[in-house]
C-alpha cells in the first residue's frame, strides 16, 4: 500500500491506494486522457517521498513536487507530462562546507555540512533520520551538484552508504525527532489582531475559517509576507491560479522586515489550483507538511500555510468516492477527522534528532460552504488546533479587515505567551484583559441599544462604546494595503494598545459628557496613529499624551 507507481508510456505519477487479491487499484496524480487498456505500470518500490535539499527555496512546485517551471519548459502551459523531471535542479552546484569529521561516529540526523543556498538561508545537509554510523569519507569544500556523492557511511549492518546532498523521505511518515517541546515563544505575524488577542506560537496550529470574499487568502498572504519565521511552505490548495500568481509576483518585490531580502529566499510554494488535477491537491498538503519538517530538522522555524484545507478534505471526498467506501457526514469518509488531526499534530517545537530546536507551525483556510462553521470540515478542524480566527461575513461586508471576529475567535497559546509578552512591556496583560473586557461589554450593550434605543444608556455606557470604537478603529482594523500599516511590529502593537487604552482610562475617569471627549482627547488623531506611525517609529507611540 502506498508505493510509488508510474503508469503508462508518459509515466503517470500514482499511488497504490487499496489492495484486493485481484486487483490493485491505483490514484493516479494527473489527468487520465490518453491512458489506454495494456499499457504498463512501472512499480518503484518505494512509497510517494519526496527529494530533499538544496534548491528548493524560492522553487514552485505542483502538489508531488515537480517544478512548474520546468514543467512548463518542457511541456508547456497546462499540459502536464510524466515524472521524468527530478525536484531540485540537477544541472546546479552548490558551494558545500564540510562540517563533520571524518571518522566520527554519527547519529541520525547530524550535521554532516553546510550550503549557503539563499543569502538568508544557510542550508543544513543532515543525515537521514534511518542513517547513522561511521563517517568514512566526506567531501572537501566545494562545488558540488545535489547527486555527486559527497561522503560514505559505515552503517551498524556493516554496509556502506553514499551520501548525497540530498535524500528522500515518504510524504505520509513524519519525520521522527529527539524530543516535543512545549511552546513558549510567539509566532510574530505582525498582525495585531492575531498577535495581541489572538496569538499562535511558534510550532501552534492555527485555522482561518470564513466564507467566500472573507479575507482567508489575504490573511494567508500577510501571515506569509511578514511573520518571523525562517523559511516559509505556502500550499495553495484547491484555489484560484490568479492567487497563487500574486504571489509569485509580489514575493520577489516585497522585503522581509527581519533580514531586510526578498521575501521569495525563504519560501517554498507549492501551487495546486483549482485548475490542476484534484487528486495531486490530496497529496500537496503532506508534500508541504514533510519539506516543512526537513527546514525544521535543521534548527529553522518554519511557518506552513496551506490554503484551503477544504479543497483538500473535498480531494479526500472525491478518492473515497471512487472507491466506493462508506461515506459519513456530508459524503467526507468517516476517516476525515483523522486525517485532519495527523496533519495538525505534524506541526509542532521539537528537539531534532541532531539536536537543534525548530518549530512547524501550521495554519489552514477553512473554506466552509455557505459560510456554515457547523460543516464537517470546519467542525474537525476545530477540535484540532489550538488557535482559531473566525472570519466573520458581516465585518467583511462592512470592509472592516482584517475580519476577525474578536468575539468569535480565541487562542490556547495566550497563557503560554504571557511570559513573552510580559517582558516585552509589562502592561501588556492588564492592557489586553482591559481591551478584552470593552470589547465584549460593549457587544452587550449593543444588543439593549437595539432593544431600547440608545436613550436608555447612561453616560458610562456610552462611554463604553467610545471605547470599543477606539479600540476597533485604532487597533484591530489593520489594511493589508496600507504601506505602514501592512505589518505591525510587537513594538507598534504594544506602543499603539498602550496610547490607546491610556485614552480609555482618561475618558473613563473624565466626568465631561461623551460628546466633548472627541476633541480634549485628539481621538480623530488617535485612531489615524497606525496609519501615520510606521513600525520603526513605534517609539513615537509610547510618547502619546492623551490630553494635549
Ligand atoms: P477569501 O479568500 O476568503 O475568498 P480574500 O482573501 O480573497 O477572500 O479577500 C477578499 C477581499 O477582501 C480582498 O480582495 C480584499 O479586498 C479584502 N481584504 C481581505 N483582507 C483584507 C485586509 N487585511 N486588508 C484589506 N483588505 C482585505
Not at 157 to 184: C, I, M, N
Not at 187 to 200: A, E, M, N
Amino acid at each position: 500500500m502506498g508505493e510509488r507507481v508510474d503508469v503508462g508510456k508518459a509515466g503517470i505519477v500514482g499511488e497504490v491506494i487499496r489492495i484486493t487479491p485481484e486487483n490493485v487499484v491505483l490514484q493516479v496524480y494527473e489527468d487520465t486522457a490518453g491512458l489506454c487498456v495494456g499499457e504498463s505500470v512501472l512499480a518503484s518500490g518505494a512509497p510517494l517521498s519526496v527529494e530533499l535539499g538544496p534548491g528548493l527555496v524560492g522553487t514552485i512546485y505542483d502538489g508531488i513536487q515537480r517544478p512548474l517551471e520546468q514543467l512548463f519548459h518542457e511541456c508547456g502551459n497546462f499540459t502536464i507530462c510524466g515524472s521524468s523531471i527530478p525536484a531540485l535542479d540537477r544541472s546546479h552546484s552548490w558551494p558545500f562546507e564540510p562540517v563533520a569529521e571524518e571518522g566520527a561516529e554519527l547519529q541520525a540526523g547530524a550535521v554532516i555540512g553546510q550550503v549557503q543556498e539563499t543569502p538568508a538561508i544557510l542550508h543544513h545537509i543532515l543525515l537521514p533520520p534511518d542513517v547513522d554510523g561511521r563517517l568514512t569519507w566526506l567531501a572537501q569544500a566545494g562545488s558540488y551538484k545535489v547527486d555527486e556523492v559527497i561522503g560514505r557511511i559505515r552503517l551498524s549492518s556493516g554496509d556502506e552508504r553514499e551520501l548525497f546532498l540530498h535524500q528522500y523521505w515518504p510524504v505520509r511518515r513524519k519525520r521522527p525527532v529527539a524530543a516535543r517541546l512545549t511552546p513558549g515563544v510567539p509566532l510574530i505575524t505582525g498582525q495585531r489582531v492575531i498577535d495581541t488577542f489572538f496569538p499562535i506560537a511558534k510550532g501552534g496550529t492555527a485555522a482561518i475559517p470564513g466564507g467566500f470574499g472573507t479575507g482567508k487568502t489575504v490573511t494567508q498572504h500577510n501571515l506569509a509576507k511578514w511573520c518571523d519565521a525562517d523559511i516559509i511552505v505556502y500550499i495553495g490548495c484547491g484555489e484560484r491560479g490568479n492567487e497563487m500568481a500574486g504571489v509569485l509576483m509580489e514575493f520577489p518585490h516585497l522585503q522581509d522586515p527581519k533580514s531586510g531580502r526578498p521575501l521569495i529566499e525563504r519560501t517554498i510554494l507549492i501551487a495546486n489550483t483549482s485548475n490542476m488535477p484534484v487528486a495531486a491537491r490530496e497529496a500537496s498538503i503532506y508534500t508541504g507538511i514533510t519539506i516543512a519538517e526537513y527546514f525544521r530538522d535543521q534548527g529553522m522555524d518554519v511557518a506552513l500555510m496551506a490554503d484551503s484545507t477544504s479543497r483538500w478534505a473535498e480531494a479526500l471526498r472525491e478518492i473515497s468516492g471512487r472507491l466506493e467506501e462508506m461515506p459519513a457526514e456530508e459524503g467526507f469518509p468517516a476517516y476525515l477527522p483523522t486525517r485532519v488531526a495527523e496533519f495538525y499534530e505534524r506541526a509542532g517545537r521539537v528537539k531534532a534528532l541532531g539536536g537543534s530546536e525548530g518549530s512547524v507551525s501550521a495554519i489552514g483556510a477553512v473554506s466552509p460552504p455557505g459560510g456554515d462553521f457547523s460543516e464537517p470540515v470546519t467542525l474537525h478542524t476545530q477540535r484540532f488546533v489550538k488557535a482559531y480566527w473566525a472570519l466573520d461575513k458581516a465585518l467583511a461586508n462592512a470592509r472592516f479587515f482584517p475580519a476577525i471576529h474578536p468575539l468569535e475567535s480565541y487562542s490556547e497559546y495566550d497563557e503560554d505567551l504571557a511570559d513573552w509578552w510580559t517582558e516585552f512591556d509589562p502592561e501588556w496583560l492588564e492592557n489586553r484583559h482591559e481591551a478584552m473586557h470593552i470589547l465584549m461589554e460593549a457587544e452587550r450593550l449593543k444588543r439593549i441599544v437595539r432593544i431600547m434605543g440608545e436613550d436608555g444608556l447612561s453616560q458610562e455606557h456610552r462611554k463604553v462604546l467610545l471605547a470599543e470604537y477606539l479600540i476597533r478603529e485604532g487597533f484591530l482594523q489593520q489594511s493589508a494595503f496600507q504601506a505602514k500599516d501592512r505589518y505591525a511590529s510587537p513594538q507598534k502593537q504594544t506602543g499603539l494598545l498602550k496610547a490607546i487604552m491610556r485614552t480609555i482610562r482618561a475618558i473613563r475617569g473624565d466626568a465631561a459628557p461623551v460628546s466633548e471627549m472627541a476633541a480634549k482627547y485628539r481621538l480623530d488623531a488617535l485612531v489615524r496613529l497606525k496609519e501615520e506611525v510606521a513600525s520603526e517609529d513605534a517609539q513615537q507611540l509610547a510618547e502619546w499624551e492623551p490630553e494635549k
